[in-house]
């Protein structure tokens, strides 16, 4: 059965009708057009569908829509503000921390989320952070770089 589900989007107000059960990754996607989202696995074990969620990084693959009703949610489409990339963002551009770039926005949102909760990591916190988030290409070493570097970034603008 559909129901009115209310959250807040990339810091506008959004509202979908829609069965309650459906994840989150679809509703995101199809309903609301958002594709930086990536479908992995379907079992929350890749990290490709991560989002921010009240500023905790979750698998969107696995979260039932009806639970973000009243939430805040953060796509890759609304960590960019006023044009301008996130020290994270540039940072993995910087380093060529992608390949393919099928795992990037998972991979920065979730480092966004570990710099939220810790803004000064050790290279192991970083290494640990992103342990469930998983690339094929290889490029596992620029992306801790990347990581570092946005820390300090980020640690400049506070």
Same mark, same amino acid.
């Given at each position: 059965?559909? !129901?009115?589900?209310?959250?807040?989007?990339?810091? *506008? $107000? /959004?509202? /979908?009708?829609?069965?309650? !059960? &459906?994840?989150?990754?679809w509703v995101l996607r199809t309903d609301l057009g958002l594709t930086g989202t990536k479908y992995g696995c379907g079992k929350a074990l890749c990290g490709a569908c991560t989002v921010i969620m009240d500023g905790m990084a979750v698998r969107s693959c696995v979260i039932p829509v009806s639970s973000v009703k009243g939430r805040k949610i953060l796509t890759i489409e609304g960590l960019a503000k006023n044009g301008k990339l996130h020290p994270i963002q540039e940072a993995f551009a910087k380093h060529d921390a992608l390949q393919c770039g099928f795992c990037t926005p998972g991979m920065i949102l979730n480092a966004y989320s570990l710099l939220l909760s810790n803004p000064e990591p050790s290279r192991q916190d970083i290494i640990d952070g992103m342990e469930y988030n998983l690339c094929r290409c290889g490029a596992?070493? &620029?992306?801790?770089?990347?990581?570092?570097? $946005? $820390?300090? !970034?980020? *640690?400049g603008a506070r």
């Open positions: 059965m559909n !129901e009115n589900i209310s959250f807040t989007l990339n810091d *506008k $107000a /959004v509202s /979908v009708n829609t069965d309650g !059960e &459906r994840p989150l990754l596992h070493t &620029r992306i801790i770089r990347a990581i570092e570097e $946005a $820390a300090q !970034e980020m *640690k």
